[in-house]
């Protein structure tokens, strides 16, 4: 942005889902004393309840609340008992391990309907006049202009910005202008629908936190939403490609309740009751998973990915939003770094947005690795666990989920990106390249996880 300008530095988000809307209240929040207009641009005419839950680990839930949101999504929130997840035997619902929460704390996990938290974000938008939310407005491409940005809509219009970030998901159209997308199947289908609680017979539980039941080679899943007044219901199943007939990769398409019927028929009788309560027709899905990205930032900094666009994931670690928070958070602090000190020093754009990728690419990448990973292990094929029968699967398994979700759970990537701040701005002595840069600044070497 030059200096002295009176103009507002204007940032375009492609995509108004928790990603986008949430890196616009960031940007609000950490950008205090700037002149910043922020424009939202959705492609649906009207926000609706697809995808059904989604969960927030701790280290998500601390972002929510940094940004003033905390009471309100605990409100949101379920009672728990203190029991976050367990996992069971899929044949007699015995107890595998417990992963532990404590309802009492003001930051903890919260699992709610998506719905419920696209609300709240837009709410708190127009409260606080952080940003303007257009709707129907599908994003066709964005044109570098050298100091600025087009955003192409197929409706005929465009919208010019300083930058633009791109929050448009898996079929992101800004990625797709600098890396092809590749998906590649996964090996596993997934029915998903919401039921009511109250609608599932002999609930044999104490408490209505989510539970696993674990299987060779599928897995079923039930966590609480909507103040445990649902349960998001997911039956994940390994099949044969050619096997997939027409199911595409779509969050709209329609299987039968049958195929779950016939599919987990060897599950104890409380998955047979969820089943029972699920629609005739719930969602189908085809999980693909994705090679890691190793660029996030493109146009000498005026075109940046977040969320789904940079990491899609398997959704096996249940990470995947709390990923895109905490991208909107570090980009919301970059973001607000170079307008303060481009107009003392006149620093580059590119140095300000590579310090957010140098954050969040590494970690996001070992979430997406976890992902991939965890669908593996919970349908007892990782490693080891292939070779083994389901008995002697238990205790490995028992032993693995312990400890799985720490290291995410745990990381403050404020911290982090305040650490890597300081370093960028005070740089160890060593060895320079040709191009005067040390032999890690700027760069990322990733390593393939898929074959």
Same mark, same amino acid.
């Given at each position: ?11 375009? %988000? ?8 949430? !890196? ?6 950490h ?7 922020? *424009? ?5 005419s009207?926000?609706?309840? %697809?995808g ?6 701790i280290?998500?839930?601390?972002? #929510?609340?940094?940004l ?7 409100? /949101?929130?379920? #009672? ?11 044949d007699?619902?015995?107890?595998? #391990?417990?992963?532990p ?16 938290f ?6 708190t ?6 940003? &303007?939310?257009? &709707?129907?407005? %599908? ?22 910005? *300083? /930058?633009?970030?791109g ?6 159209k ?19 629908? $919401? !039921?009511?609680?109250k609608? #599932?017979?002999?609930w ?9 039941? $674990?299987?060779?080679?599928?897995h079923?899943? =039930? ?8 349960f998001?219901?997911?039956g994940l ?17 329609l299987?039968?309740r ?6 987990f028929n060897?599950?104890?009788p &409380? ?14 899905w085809l999980?693909? @998973?994705r090679?890691p990205? @190793? ?5 000498d ?8 666009? =940079? ?7 249940g ?6 928070i905490?991208?909107?958070? !570090?980009l ?9 000190s481009s107009?003392?020093?006149g620093e580059s ?9 140098? !954050? ?11 992902s ?21 699967c238990?205790?490995i /398994?028992?032993?693995? $989920? ?10 403050d990537?404020?911290v982090?990106?305040?650490n ?12 320079r ?7 890690q600044?700027?760069r990322?070497?990733v390593?393939?996880?898929?074959s």
């Open positions: 942005m030059p200096t002295g300008t009176k103009e507002p530095f204007r940032i375009a %988000i492609a995509g108004g889902g928790i990603g986008g809307l949430f !890196v616009a209240l960031s940007l609000q929040h950008c205090v004393g700037h002149d910043v207009q922020i *424009d939202i641009y959705e492609q649906t009207k926000y609706k309840s %697809i059904g839950g989604i969960a927030l680990g280290n998500a839930a601390r972002l #929510v609340h940094r003033g949101l905390g009471d309100a999504i605990n409100k /949101i929130d379920g #009672v728990h008992q203190d029991v976050w997840l367990t996992f069971r035997r899929y007699n619902g015995e107890k595998i #391990v417990v992963m929460m404590n309802d009492e704390g003001t930051i903890r996990q919260v699992s709610i309907l998506r719905s419920e696209l609300d709240l974000l837009l709410e938008i127009r409260e606080r006049k952080a940003a &303007t939310v257009h &709707t129907n407005k %599908i994003c066709l491409g964005v044109k570098d202009n050298g100091n600025s940005v087009t955003l192409n809509f197929k409706d005929g219009t465009s919208a010019t910005a *300083d /930058i633009a970030i929050c448009d998901g898996i079929h992101s800004l990625r797709a202008q600098y890396i092809a997308d590749k998906p590649r199947y996964s090996g596993i289908l997934a029915f998903r629908d $919401l !039921v009511e609680t609608s #599932v017979k002999d044999p539980f104490p408490t209505y936190s989510a539970v696993m039941w $674990l299987c060779k080679n599928k079923f899943f =039930a966590y609480p939403v909507d103040q445990n007044k649902q998001d219901v997911i199943i390994r099949t044969p490609e050619e096997e997939l007939g027409d199911l595409k990769e779509s969050w709209t398409f299987g039968d049958s195929e779950m019927e016939k599919a060897d599950f104890e &409380t998955v047979q009751n969820i089943i029972q309560a699920m629609p005739e027709k719930p969602h189908k999980l693909n @998973d090679q990205l @190793d660029q996030w930032v493109f146009a900094g005026r075109v940046i990915l977040l969320g789904d666009a =940079a990491h899609a994931m398997l959704p096996f670690q990470a995947g939003a709390g990923q895109s905490e991208d909107g958070f !570090v919301g602090k970059a973001i607000a770094d170079y307008l303060d107009s003392r020093h754009l590119q140095k300000w947005m590579s310090l957010y990728q140098s !954050v969040r690419l590494p970690r996001a990448q070992r979430a997406q690795a976890a991939r990973n965890a669908g593996e292990t919970h349908q007892m094929r990782a490693g080891e666990l292939g070779l083994k029968t389901f008995e002697e238990v205790p /398994i028992r032993d693995n $989920l312990s400890q799985r979700m720490k290291w995410i759970w745990n990381e990537v404020e982090a990106y305040e890597a701040k300081r370093e960028l701005n005070n740089p160890p002595m060593g060895p390249s040709l191009d005067g840069q040390s032999p600044q700027g990322f070497l390593q393939p996880l898929l």
